[in-house]
């Protein structure tokens, strides 16, 4: 991998600053209706990992973005002009109307087109860890309308806390559930990707109704993912890592995240995640595994 002050003046590199792209998952998705401009009204809760993707930034005088990745999924992604994180960097330099640049590395720990928003969570980081490395007075409500234009999971992604989510992204609003907080939680993804306009696509458009997030036993018992049956049709798969989920010991709720195909589990304990854990990483070596928590609103 190029070192990140490639192509730059090493004089005008300064301390990294370092950004967590938090893994998103949606405890519930449903599915409302397609609007006139072509969107699917949407509800959801977003919740966020403790762990995900890793940015550092360099600034520099030059005005130029330069974009390294690595990481184990760094070779699935182009670091060209039209990735998430130098077009979130372009947004932000035009709207601040600034003439640094920066030089930033991205190590790529989530999988991609896996339903935890990994790279609108690189989008939203990038912003975050810019508005740090060039120290501009910019608010998260500020951010967000910047986010929008890059994605309608980017928003959300900005403050990386639980929300309730929805239209198409555009509307959030932090909304506490007890017993989510820190909350173990496994991902598993079962190594396939799967597209989202494809999904969307085979959603049967039947309207099952609203999302209540008024507790946790309520989104475990009547939250649901709407594009879960779209996915299975796509990626049989799902239905596996869904099954192998919901049959460990001391689980909570298994459910698809996203348009999949990473599936997550909640649990009791960290105990009862590490054991559930292993059981699926003995079971099926080939499978993309993450023991983390829901990020603490």
Request: charged share 20%; aromatic share 4%; with cysteine.
């Amino acid at each position: 991998m190029p070192h990140p002050d490639a192509g730059l003046d090493v004089d005008m590199l300064t301390t990294p600053v370092t950004e967590i792209a938090y893994a998103k998952v949606n405890v519930a998705l449903h599915v409302r209706a397609r609007r006139e401009d072509g969107y699917h009204a949407l509800e959801s809760l977003f919740v966020f990992a403790e762990d995900g993707d890793r940015l550092q930034g360099w600034a520099s005088d030059d005005g130029a973005i330069h974009l390294t990745i690595d990481g184990p999924f760094g070779a699935t992604l182009d670091a060209g002009p039209d990735n998430l994180v130098v077009r979130a960097a372009r947004a932000l330099q035009a709207y601040l109307g600034e003439q640094r640049g920066a030089a930033i590395r991205l190590t790529k720990n989530l999988p991609v087109a896996s339903g935890i928003g990994g790279g609108s969570a690189d989008a939203a980081a990038a912003l975050r860890l810019l508005a740090r490395l060039w120290i501009v007075r910019i608010d998260d409500g500020e951010l967000m309308g910047l986010a929008l234009d890059l994605g309608s999971d980017v928003p959300a992604c900005v403050p990386s806390v639980t929300q309730m989510v929805m239209g198409r992204g555009e509307r959030q609003a932090r909304h506490a559930v007890d017993g989510l907080d820190a909350c173990s939680m496994l991902l598993v993804n079962p190594g396939v990707g799967v597209s989202t306009a494809q999904v969307f696509a085979g959603w049967d458009r039947v309207d099952r109704g609203p999302l209540d997030g008024s507790s946790l036993g309520v989104l475990c018992a009547m939250g649901r993912n709407d594009l879960e049956a779209a996915a299975l049709a796509i990626a049989p798969v799902i239905g596996d890592v869904l099954a192998m989920l919901a049959a460990q010991e001391d689980v909570l709720l298994a459910r698809m995240s996203g348009s999949g195909a990473t599936c997550f589990a909640l649990f009791r304990s960290d105990r009862s995640l590490a054991a559930a854990a292993q059981a699926v990483r003995r079971a099926n070596p080939g499978w993309w595994v993450m023991e983390t928590r829901i990020r603490s609103a």
